[in-house]
């Protein structure tokens, strides 16, 4: 079973407008989460971490967090056709030795259409 | 910025064929990890490490070993390739444990055949 799941798979937004993601956890010992953006042919590069219940803002992106729901959203303002990509939600998991795994969603593509 | 490298970004192999994929980072960073990309899945760890010439399981290990020479050198070893194992594969290092962000590679996708 998929421990992270994201919704929906893809997005299509027009340039300027907001884009909504969703994440969801079955697992309550999540409790840091990490949004990450993949462009095409790209690796994954880290947007924003969140561990805190309620907003956190970066610039056009904002992150929100629900611990007792385990629901977590991402919402990118103003999109760009920069912003077309694959969105993942991940979150963070201890390991041995101090390690820590991501667990990542299948995440959301997102499209600006200018 | 931090800087993961990986070698090769493509490679094409033969079922039960040796395939080695290695990556390098400059960050200084304490822990590396292998994950793969698959459709529908996401990202899935493979294997990881926190210190040279130590490795640790992830979450599918079967059919990978890992190598970690040196603090900047990580390597998957796929000893006998399989059609299942064709997928992205992606490499990452961060700081210290903890909390940190994960700086990924660019990826090498491997198609086994």
């Known amino acids: 079973q998929q421990k992270v799941q994201q919704s929906p798979e893809s997005l299509s937004v027009p340039e300027g407008g907001m884009a909504s993601l969703n994440c969801t956890s079955s697992?309550?010992?999540?409790?840091y989460f990490w949004w990450y953006r993949q462009h095409s042919g790209e690796g994954p590069k880290a947007l924003m971490?969140?561990?805190?219940?309620g907003d956190k803002k970066e610039g056009r992106f904002t992150a929100h967090l629900n611990k007792a729901s385990l629901h977590v959203s991402l919402h990118i303002r103003d999109s760009q056709p920069s912003d077309s990509a694959l969105y993942f939600c991940a979150a963070s998991e201890p390991r041995r030795q101090g390690g820590r795994a991501l667990i990542f969603g299948t995440g959301t593509t997102v499209s600006v259409s200018p | 910025e931090a800087a993961v490298t990986q070698s090769p970004r493509s490679k094409v192999a033969v079922t039960g064929g040796k395939v080695t994929l290695s990556c390098h980072q400059t960050?200084?960073?304490?822990?590396m990890y292998w994950y793969r990309q698959d459709t529908g899945h996401g990202l899935r760890l493979i294997h990881y490490?926190?210190?040279?010439?130590?490795?640790e399981k992830g979450d599918i290990p079967d059919g990978y070993k890992a190598s970690r020479p040196s603090q900047e050198n990580f390597s998957l070893i796929l000893e006998l390739a399989s059609l299942s194992q064709t997928a992205v594969y992606f490499c990452?290092?961060?700081?210290?444990?903890?909390?940190?962000?994960?700086?990924f590679g660019p990826g090498t996708r491997l198609t086994v055949l």
């Open positions: 490490s926190y210190v040279a010439d130590s490795t």
């Open positions: 990452a290092s961060s700081d210290t444990g903890g909390y940190y962000e994960q700086y």
């Open positions: 971490s969140i561990f805190s219940d």
């Open positions: 697992d309550r010992n999540f409790q």
């Open positions: 960050n200084n960073h304490d822990y």
